[in-house]
């Protein structure tokens, strides 16, 4: 500890405010302190103890603010807000998570809980809209008013920008993965039968791959290497994805017609295999619609924390988006 007091921060002094961003899967949980122009000064990541039920996730998201908090602090930094996105149905604008199968979550205040558990101000968000707001803000969908974020790895959803404006629909906008591509096809979690994501999410191509083949492998970007390779099984099970996804892009661009379609997450790896290949894919399916640019997502997996950084900074009444394009420099508070 140093033996100086630190300077208490004025209330009206903006150089040094923060806001903490985490973004919680159904593996790990990616926490960070976020200055105003987006860029992380402080990150942090823990397993999600999922295992233990959902009580014990509640708690260690409570931790990790506390942890982020005191660590911003002791920076002299003063934390505005937190964003917290999370999967499943989540009301953002109740703050709210409707249903989140994979963490046990049934319509549960959790924007509420972790206010009073940690004293912040919660702004709580879902782990792809927020990450395709981030991809819109700052990455690959930057310039357009029409986009569409997908997010392939354990399951398939998406994120919808129309005309400028986020779709939410209560937290049920989105929902990719659940549409039927094969309706005699496999079970889904979600209770329906040949769903995309039964398809075409990485784990689906992982399982699909590994139930054919003598050689199993562990991740989803190895079978699009074997597929790559001339293995005729790695082709099918790779081919029979990209044709799903591109049938559920073909409807997407019917219905919505958006501009820039941005891939991400594990499948998305693979990089032009699967791109080349779902552009080709979706052509072949589209007669009179606009047909879409096909892109890689630009921010990896920190576009959940970054979208969750947005939300905090909004709900702090602070436009950073604004901050970070303007040359917010990194690493560096911007000075008023
Ligand atoms: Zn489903």
Known sequence: MSPNPRPVPDETETRQDCVLALDVGGTGMKGAVVDRTLTPVASLRVPTPRAQGPDAVVDTIADVLRTLRDGAQDQGL????????????????????????????????????????TGLAVALGHDVR??????????????????????????????????GVA????????????????????????????????????SAVVAGYNALAPRPVTGAVEVADRARDGDPVAEEVWDRAVGALAQGLASAATLLAPEKVVLGGGLAEAGPLLLDRVRVALAERLTFQRGPDLLRAALGDRAGAIGAAIAAWRAAGVDAVGAARSGGSPGRVRQR
């Open 78 to 117: 003063r934390v505005r807000h937190a964003g917290v996105v999370v999967p499943g149905i989540v009301d953002d604008a109740r703050g709210r998570v409707l249903r989140a199968a994979n963490l046990g979550w049934r319509d549960l205040a959790l924007a509420d809980v972790l206010a009073r558990r």
């Open 130 to 163: 927020a990450g395709g707001a981030a991809e819109s803000a700052l990455g690959a969908a930057r310039g357009t008013r029409n986009s569409l974020f997908v997010a392939i790895g354990t399951g398939v959803a998406a994120a919808l920008v129309c005309d």
């Open 167 to 202: 779709v939410t629909s209560g937290g049920y906008a989105g929902e990719l993965g659940h549409l039927v591509v094969d309706p005699q096809g496999a079970d889904c979690a979600c209770g329906g039968r040949g769903c995309l994501e039964t398809v075409a999410s990485a």
